[in-house]
């Protein structure tokens, strides 16, 4: 583990191999980096270098309490690649990390390569859905994340996955429940005020994949079919993945994964 600082917190990242060809992986809510370890295996063992990074408010990067937007999570991966010399990369990102990186498109489009979206969509945020972030903002922050944790473990996972994989339901919920609620909470409170990522990606100019599985409690059939019509990219359609598809079904990520990575280098 690495660390760096920028915007005033210090962010903890894995950063392993070498050369020009890079993938920069970006977790989602309420996780950490290492939700991405099959992943980061997988880029390394094609040859790819691979950099890990913890967003800020969570693992082992430090907090910042209060609010922090996406666009602030996105300066945080320009300021990353910056600092470690990196020109450009393939972005991987999931749920909140997707819309992240959609934010990073949108700041920083010559620094992309091609784009993974994994159980996320593009839409701005509803009036009942800022309401509700910002009431679990405060819950969070009141009750601290273990009963939040139990409550959206089986919206995070497939009921197939749970039952098959009891043991995976135990690492993803001690993701959640070791999550500081001050670094949840600001990043929910970022979240209610998220912009409209369609624009961004009717402009990208980048190859794109959408992974998506059919069992997703928070991304549907039309978030996947919209996001591909406007990056005219390819759909990975999981049946009876949730919304965890890089932990689900790791090796059919894999293997969509490092498909995509050869398509690029071949660009």
Do not use: C, K
Request: charged share 25%; proline share 5%.
């Amino acid at each position: 583990m690495a660390r760096l600082t920028t915007g005033g917190a210090v962010l903890a990242f894995d950063d392993t191999g070498v050369g020009d060809d890079v993938v920069l992986f970006v977790h989602g809510h309420p996780f950490n980096r290492t939700m991405w370890a099959p992943q980061h295996d997988a880029a390394r063992a094609y040859g790819w270098r691979a950099v890990v990074p913890d967003l800020r408010g969570y693992g082992d990067s430090t907090v910042t309490a209060g609010t922090v937007t996406l666009d602030v999570f996105a300066s945080d991966l320009v300021a990353v690649l910056d600092q470690l010399d990196i020109e450009r990369v393939v972005l991987v990102g999931l749920s909140m990390g997707g819309q992240i990186a959609m934010e990073f498109a949108r700041q920083a489009p010559e620094r992309l390569r091609g784009l993974v979206l994994a159980a996320t969509f593009p839409r701005a945020e509803i009036a009942d859905g800022r309401a509700r972030r910002l009431a679990m903002a405060d819950r969070l922050l009141a009750e601290g994340m273990a009963g939040y944790a139990d409550e959206v473990l089986p919206r995070m996972l497939a009921p197939a996955s749970l039952a098959a994989r009891p043991a995976l339901g135990d690492v993803v919920l001690r993701m959640m429940r070791t999550t500081d609620p001050r670094g949840a909470a600001a990043a929910l409170r970022g979240r209610a005020e998220r912009a409209d990522y369609r624009p961004v990606l009717d402009g990208l100019a980048v190859p794109a994949l959408i992974v998506v599985g059919s069992a997703d409690a928070f991304t549907n059939r039309d978030d996947a079919d919209d996001m591909v019509t406007r990056t005219a990219g390819r759909l990975v359609w999981l049946e009876g993945i949730g919304h965890m598809p890089n932990l689900e079904a790791p090796d059919r990520f894999n293997q969509e994964l490092i498909a995509f990575l050869r398509q690029v280098a071949s660009r």
